[in-house]
């Protein structure tokens, strides 16, 4: 039965006998509401509702099309309008559109631990849903593109139209030239004057904002119902474009959605006095927004919430500032009344009465309507399908959740917000995060979050690993915040899932997790609001860090976690005086253990680092540039540091100079001193005891941490810039006379005597590898150490018997004196002689590596291959260049059977065999197979400079591209830049290389698994690796003409080729090279595919004759091969006359599909394998040769990036999928276009 007619509904909407169509079905009336008539402002001011359902409609979907499978109407419409009457529709558990499961009442969950909140969970709501059938369209017309003449008879069926002139709401904040204030002004005077006309002015806003060209008529206003107004307006969309003003991020576009936001802020502001009460706009308004975001269409759904959520925030703070003056107003009026009968004005008190009744009707009509919008709006789009809906609705609630906190901080809102955390995009949970940073910031709302705490504590813990890092930063934020105003809330365990975080290397995370953990663990008193700077003693804080630093093992990482404190406790860490009292304690009971020391020097390394360069270690982005006055607070704490740290320094390497895990970073603090102080401040008494601990270092200790640190601070010392640079120039000859003289007694003893003994060689290893290590920063060469390496190294050569940690160093020293004596020679007018005996050196020095190529041990092996590439790179066809032109005598060429001997060394020692590469991948994630795939990355990377620059030829790149696909997930990123790089070389022969690379594994299958190789893994694998090759052409057909019609017909040769063995009458051998080739026929244009089908058919009867009929299995590839050439039409199906190409069955068959395959074993990762960057095949030190070697990219020379400073990679493949192509657009650097077409031979 229905109920009676709502209460104020106008006698006009009744036409004819019966029912009226002004009656509201399903009414609602708000909780707390004594009345059984629909009102929504309270006391006295009832209205009328809507005539239609507030509800969703089955209208057409425009622009995308429906975002949902089903539509409903919402789950709780609303009577709260003055146009005509309303339907109301009450289903408080109906799906809606955009939804993404069953709503449920906010009402119907008073408490979070209640249990009652099950399926309305965001996860549990998550249901598969099928593809939904065809739908009914609508029963009316499509609208013409011109408006329609309206008929005389008043038919509102079809009053829609287009905007005949553009909405001033609209055009002024688009245009952003006027203020905001100014426009609602200007409304609220045409409101004013025509209530329906501003009205009609303010909707029409909305529904422009959504990128709707449609208008809402007076005639529409009166006589349409909300589902039929919009179903009118999504009849005028635009379907060719699922753009719309909030679905674009372009800057004017965010400058309008912020108007627009503001906007409605500033028209409820405004009206907050009067207006909004007057029965008619914000019933009104909110009627029309809650049926538009049951809209289908995605635009009506996204801008209508946006509205409908700042119109309840502006709400939310009116309903503030009345709750504010309902206060004052009883404050008041109870002080009128305690007074004495003779004081008590009794007029004063009737006006406090009266103000007192005003005030509780506003709110609790404030109060209704944003009850109607949290029920009508929120319940059902914080579950929407578009994220930005959801992150709109949680953002709002947690802002009215902070501003109003007595009416929303409760657990049946709060819910909303743990049940989002679960969020399955980063956008979301993000708001979620943020909404419960507002609210856990503040003591007094913190206090009424223990149940939600306790409830989602563990979700929001665990989301310290969330994959997206700004959840993360956020999250640690929110712990932290937790941590202060919650006391005892966070347990040890929550707490140690946190501290590890400081050590990784995205930096805001690590600094947000260092805020933590110095809050929680370093610094407990901070939060009872001791200031840290008032701490005197920052001995107890240190003792702390230490125990947290051992205690978390990862003894290797202090510049992370100093990096990760410097935010907060940078003050702490720079008080050098405490640090060095607490390394020169003696006294057993207050000093420090040795593993402690050990931690505190590091400590104090990386906090000088820190302080002296102001940028974070390697691995983590670099800071922000300072500013002018960063500069200049960095200066300052360098210079202070200096005076507080070069007293103390000898002193700490007198200490623990016989250690080198401390010596080390110690000898590092004296390179980020300011060293002119040595000079300015008359303290050369402590340099030279620095400069006496420097040398007692590098003569006891051989391990290459600890000299390489030092060579590093003696270079420093030596700088020529420097006052007191004799003192460092003469340690170093002191060191070099040393070093020198005892060589060459150790190598005239090892080249007259027979053997040595292992003392012997122990001392002559050290020897060297000093020498080798000072060589990389130092000019050794006035020693003349060449000749006696040489005979060394002659000596291993010829006899095999000087060991291995003696030829290495060896090696090392022999390279670094080419280069300073290359770095050494003059620009112009370089000696004939200097020339000669420089080249005379070079050859001499490569003859001798090149033997050691094939040495028994790997590590001289390597290091010869590492210096090998590196010198061929110094020494390359560039080498003339730049006005150098004197030095082209000492351009080194490598011969063929170095170049074969180098891309065997490549086979054996980076692309290792199946049985190897097993082995390496059990031990992939330990620490030793970390280092090893290094080297060997560092060596693929030396021998593709190589190929990239010119010394060695394209065609040598075969046995690198080859294994692109095996080893992938090492070797990828390097292999795909070479592959970029070659391209821009020369296209013809890149592709060539290509096209070998595939000929090469064909043949090496063949020879070990015979003619049936098709049936093994390794083939599949290779038509995996043509696949990916292909890639490379699919993003320039036109331009890739030439080279696909090459490698298609240099491919057919190689199939039909005569190999010795064949029988006659049998397919060849290389035919099924036809299936590999055919992973580059979808790249192929469709003019060219019938070409190259006519030159099958030529080269098939040339090297066959007349093919006898056999067994389809034999000729299967050749099929496979002509029906991936055959033209297509659009609908993607073959044309016939497959058939009529000569082919070795006589007569028309149906399409024969391939045998089935191995499974594809290669590896198909989605994304780039995270792998250490490409760095140079052989480390330096400074001073270098003039010539910056590696500059830039790994693979990008001097030269090259003079001529083309932006080289890129090409247009490489995306590696996700067969179909997909990515990467960045080609640079042109030689090469032939896609001109000509090489169709004469064919």
Not at 350 to 366: D, F, G, K, N, W
Not at 490 to 505: A, G, I, K, R, W
Not at 1166 to 1190: K, N, V, W, Y
Request: hydrophobic share 35%.
């Amino acid at each position: 039965m229905a109920p009676p007619p709502a209460p104020g509904a106008s006698r006009r909407n009744h036409r004819g006998s019966g029912e009226g169509r002004g009656r509201a079905q399903g009414s609602w009336c708000p909780e707390g509401s004594r009345s059984p008539r629909c009102a929504l402002g309270g006391t006295g001011r009832h209205w009328a509702g809507r005539r239609g359902s507030l509800g969703g409609h089955r209208g057409a979907a425009g622009r995308a099309g429906p975002d949902v499978g089903h539509s409903a109407a919402a789950g709780l419409a609303v009577t709260m309008v003055p146009w005509c009457s309303s339907r109301m529709q009450g289903s408080g558990s109906s799906s809606t559109p955009g939804s993404v499961g069953p709503s449920s009442s906010p009402s119907d969950t008073s408490d979070l631990a209640s249990g009652d909140d099950s399926g309305s969970d965001f996860e549990a709501t998550l249901q598969p849903c099928g593809k939904r059938g065809p739908q009914p369209g609508p029963k009316h017309s499509h609208v013409r593109k011109r408006p329609r003449v309206m008929e005389p008879s008043g038919d509102c069926s079809s009053t829609s139209t287009v905007n005949p002139e553009p909405n001033t709401l609209f055009e002024a904040v688009k245009s952003a030239k006027i203020a905001v204030e100014t426009v609602v002004d200007d409304w609220l005077e045409t409101y004013k004057r025509d209530r329906e006309a501003g009205f009609l002015e303010l909707i029409n806003f909305v529904v422009c904002s959504c990128g709707c060209q449609g208008v809402v008529t007076p005639k529409m206003f009166r006589d349409l119902q909300n589902s039929e107004i919009i179903q009118q307006l999504t009849e005028q969309f635009k379907e060719d474009s699922s753009e719309y003003p909030f679905s674009l991020n372009t800057r004017p576009w965010r400058r309008f959605r912020a108007g627009f936001c503001e906007l409605l802020t500033a028209v409820v502001q405004r009206c907050q006095f009067s207006i909004i009460y007057d029965e008619f706009l914000m019933g009104s308004l909110i009627s029309f927004l809650i049926s538009l975001t049951d809209s289908q269409v995605r635009a009506f759904r996204h801008t209508s919430t946006l509205a409908a959520m700042k119109v309840m925030s502006a709400l939310v703070k009116v309903a503030l500032s009345v709750s504010v003056h309902q206060e004052n107003n009883l404050r008041q009026y109870e002080a009128e009344r305690s007074k004495g009968p003779g004081r008590r004005a009794t007029e004063k008190l009737e006006a406090l009465m009266v103000t007192r009744r005003e005030l509780r009707e506003q709110q609790e009509e404030i109060e209704n309507t944003m009850n109607a919008i949290f029920k009508g709006v929120f319940v059902h789009r914080y579950r929407d399908v578009v994220p930005d809906i959801r992150a709109i609705c949680m953002e709002e609630l947690g802002m009215w959740m902070k501003t109003y906190a007595s009416s929303f901080l409760t657990d049946s809102y709060l819910k909303y917000i743990g049940w989002t955390l679960y969020d399955k995009q980063w956008e979301v949970r993000l708001r979620c995060v943020k909404a419960l940073q507002g609210l856990y910031g503040h003591r007094d709302t913190a206090a009424h979050m223990e149940l939600f705490t306790r409830r989602f504590k563990t979700r929001m813990v665990s989301m310290v690993l969330d994959k997206e890092l700004s959840v993360a930063v956020e999250v640690v934020k929110l712990l932290t915040l937790m941590l202060e105003n919650m006391e005892e809330v966070l347990t040890d365990e929550d707490c140690q899932s946190v501290y590890p975080v400081v050590f990784v290397s995205h930096r805001p995370l690590a600094t947000a997790a260092g805020i933590f953990l110095y809050r929680r663990l370093l610094d407990p008193q901070q939060g009872a609001g001791m200031d840290a700077s008032h701490n005197r003693d920052n001995r107890t804080f240190f003792q702390v860090l230490l125990t947290f630093f051992i205690e978390i093992e990862l003894h290797e990482h202090a510049a992370y976690l100093v990096d990760s404190l410097w935010d907060c406790a940078g003050p702490r860490l720079r008080d050098w005086e405490t640090i060095t009292a607490l390394l020169l304690e003696e006294s057993p009971a207050e000093g420090l253990g040795d593993q402690q020391e050990k931690a505190l020097v590091e400590i104090l390394a990386a906090s000088v680092v820190q302080a002296a360069e102001g940028q974070p270690p390697v691995g983590r982005e670099p800071a922000k540039k300072p500013s002018s006055r960063g500069r200049k607070a960095q200066m300052e704490e360098r210079i202070r540091l200096t005076h507080c740290l070069i007293p103390a320094l000898p002193k700490l390497l007198g200490k623990f100079s016989a250690d080198a895990e401390k010596a080390a970073p110690l000898l590092e603090v004296l390179r980020c001193f300011d060293l002119s102080i040595y000079c300015t401040g008359r303290l050369e008494k402590h340099l030279e005891l620095v400069l006496e601990q420097l040398e007692e270092v590098v003569q006891k200790h051989t391990e290459q941490t600890v000299l390489e640190a030092a060579s590093r601070a003696l270079h420093a010392l030596c700088d020529p810039e420097l006052a007191l640079q004799r003192h460092g120039d003469r340690v170093r000859s002191r060191l070099a006379d040393q070093l020198a003289d005892k060589f060459n007694q150790e190598v005239t003893e090892m080249l007259q005597s027979s053997s040595l003994d292992e003392e012997e060689v122990y001392s002559m290893a050290a020897t060297l590898k000093r020498i080798s290590i000072l060589f990389n920063a130092h000019d050794l060469t006035p020693w003349q150490l060449f000749d006696p390496c040489t005979q060394l190294l002659q000596r291993a050569v010829d006899t095999g018997e000087v060991p291995p940690q003696v030829l290495v160093p060896t090696i090392t020293c022999l390279y670094f004196h080419i280069l300073w004596e290359l770095s050494c020679l003059p620009s112009t007018d370089v000696p004939e002689e200097q020339l000669q005996s420089l080249k005379t050196k070079v050859i001499t020095f490569c003859s001798l590596c090149h033997s050691c190529l094939s040495d028994t041990d790997t590590g001289v092996r390597e290091q010869a291959f590492r210096v090998l590439s590196d010198l061929l790179l110094v020494l390359g066809p560039w080498l003339p260049e730049d006005g150098r032109e004197e030095l082209s005598p000492l351009v080194l060429r490598p011969d063929s059977e170095l170049q074969s001997q180098l891309a065997a060394f490549l086979m054996d020692h980076v692309f290792y065999p199946a049985c190897r590469q097993e082995e390496l991948l059990a031990t992939k994630d330990s620490e030793s197979g970390i280092e090893e795939l290094h080297r060997r990355r560092v060596l693929l990377a030396g021998f593709c400079k190589l190929i990239i620059y010119g010394v060695l030829e394209l065609s040598a790149a075969s046995d690198v591209f080859k294994h692109y696909t095996k080893f992938y997930s090492d070797y990828g990123d390097i292999i795909k830049e070479t592959l970029n790089l070659t391209r821009q070389i020369d296209r013809q022969e890149w592709a060539r290389t290509l096209l070998l690379s595939l000929q090469q594994l064909m043949t090496e299958l063949l020879h070990q698994e015979g003619p049936n190789f098709q049936m093994t893994e390794a083939f599949p694998e290779i038509r995996d690796l043509a696949r990916r090759f292909s890639l490379f052409f699919s993003l320039q057909q036109v331009r890739s003409r030439p080279l696909l019609l090459n490698i298609h017909r240099e491919g057919i040769l190689f199939a039909f080729q005569k190999t010795p063995g064949s029988e006659p009458g049998l397919p060849p051998l290389n035919l099924p090279f036809l299936e590999v080739l055919s992973e580059f026929s979808p790249c192929v244009l469709r003019p060219d595919k019938a070409l190259l089908l006519t030159y099958l058919d030529k080269v098939s009867r040339e090297q066959l004759g007349v093919l006898a009929p056999g067994d389809t299995g034999q000729w299967q590839s050749l099929v496979t091969y002509r029906n991936s050439l055959q033209p297509q039409d659009e609908g993607g199906t073959e044309e016939s006359g497959r058939g009529a190409a000569p082919t070795p069955h006589p007569t028309k068959r149906p399409r024969l599909e391939a045998p089935p395959q191995a499974p594809d074993s290669s590896p198909r990762p989605s994304t780039h394998p995270s792998s250490p960057a490409l760095t140079s095949t052989m480390l330096r030190g400074d001073p270098r040769p003039p010539r910056p070697l590696f500059s830039g990219s790994i693979l990008s020379s001097p030269q090259q990036q003079l001529r083309d400073p932006a080289v890129q990679s090409g247009d490489g493949p995306n590696d996700g999928g067969r179909g997909g192509a990515g990467g960045r657009a080609e640079r042109r650097r030689g090469g032939r276009g896609g001109q000509g077409l090489p169709l004469g031979r064919l």
